[in-house]
C-alpha cells in the first residue's frame, strides 16, 4: 500500500503558514513587521498574515481569512497592507497556492540598485528560476504594487519590487518560502561574484544541457515561458 498524504486540513495550513512566517523571521528575510505570508484554502478563499504583526510571533489569531475579492471573513484585525499583491497573483495564477513577500538583505539591495538577477551563472538558479526580473517602483501597500509587476507574474515566479523587496509565488506554502531563501542565496552570490570582477555566465550550450539533465524544456519552473520585458543595465 502506498503511504497516502495526509489531507489539507485547515489546521495543518495555520500551521504551515505559521512555519513560514517562523522561518522568514529566523533567516532575517524580515525586520519588526515587515512582510506578509497567504495561501489558497481549500474553499477557495485565501489566509493571510495580519497587518502589523512580527512574523516570528505569528498566531492563528493573526491570520485573516479573505474572500477572493478580498472581502474579510474571519479574524477581527486587518489583513496585511500588501493583500492587494497577493490577490492578484491568485488572479492572474491558478496554478499559485502561496504566496511570500518579504525584505531579505541582498536581494532587496539588488532591487534598490534596480539591477534585476540574471540567474545565467548558477545551475540551480537556471533550472529554477531563469530570470528573477525586477519589477518598476510602486509605492508599498497599494493597488499599484500589484500593477508593477503585470508584465512579469504569468511568466516567472519570483520578482523583485524595486527599492521594496522580494515577492515569491508556488503551488503550496513550503515551494513559496524555499524560492525566497533561494533568490536571496542568488542573490548573496551575485554580489559575491560581482565584487570579485563578475562572473562568467554559462553558455547557451551549457544551460541547455543543464535543462536536459534536469528534465526541463524551459528556464522556468511550469510550463511559463521565461519573460523577455526584464529590465537590464
Ligand atoms: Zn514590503
New binding site residues.
Partial sequence: MSPKKPPMTRTRIVRDLIAVCRRLDEHAFVAAT???VSTRLPNGHILITRAGVPKGRVGPEDLVEVTPEGKALRGAASAST?LGLHLFIYRERQDVGAVV???PVFATGFAAARIPLDADLFPEAIVGFGTIPLAEYAT??TPEVANSIRPFVRDVDAIL?AN??VVTFGGDLNGAYLRMEKVEQIAQTTFVTRFLGGGVPLSAAEREKLQAAAGVTTSVPSQHKPSTSTQKR
Fill in positions: 515587515d512582510g506578509n500588501e513577500h518579504a525584505h508599498p501597500s519590487l521594496h523587496g
